[in-house]
């Protein structure tokens, strides 16, 4: 599906040019929206991690048919809380 690093893309750029950082969460709800309208159903992942100090950190990434849309490159090294699809 070609269809799904585009969004990831589109939405990483729109990120980068706003004058106020936009986290990891923020970006996948958009992603999850953007798919959503086009009736692909994606999987929003929240994980977590233990920084240095035993700080821990949460992180967000989108899948939709097992291909990371967004979110995947700081994926490694944090455990899966909760993984959220829609119902059918």
């Known amino acids: 599906m070609p269809l799904l690093p585009q ?38 992942h929240l994980g977590m991690a233990l920084a240095e100090g035993r700080q821990m950190k949460a992180h967000a990434w989108l899948t939709a048919s097992g291909v990371g849309v967004i979110g995947m490159a700081f994926r490694p090294g944090y455990t899966e809380l909760a993984g959220f699809t829609p119902p059918p």
């Not at 990483?12 to 953007?34: D, H, S, W």
């Open 7 to 44: 969004v990831g893309r589109a939405v990483e750029r729109a990120a980068r040019r706003l004058p106020l950082r936009l986290a990891c969460l923020p970006q996948a709800l958009a992603a999850k929206a953007m798919l959503q309208r086009r009736g692909i159903v994606s999987t929003l």
